[in-house]
């Protein structure tokens, strides 16, 4: 049976961990600003729809 052991205490590990890290938070950023991007498109084409219905059923003068 193969071991697998990591070096945490390894300048080069932590190096690698670090960069890791980092990569890690700007997935998670950018993926929450994609996220929030596309509820507001959403929120918006609602909206939208809403208020076009409400023109249209609204009586006309």
Partial sequence: MIENTIDFEN???QEYLLVL???L???IVI???VNEELEYQ???IILNHFLEEISRLWPKD
């Fill in 21 to 23: 890290g980092i990569l």
């Fill in 31 to 33: 993926t929450k600003k």
């Fill in 25 to 27: 938070h700007d997935i």
């Fill in 42 to 44: 959403v929120s918006s």
């Fill in 11 to 13: 300048p080069e590990i």
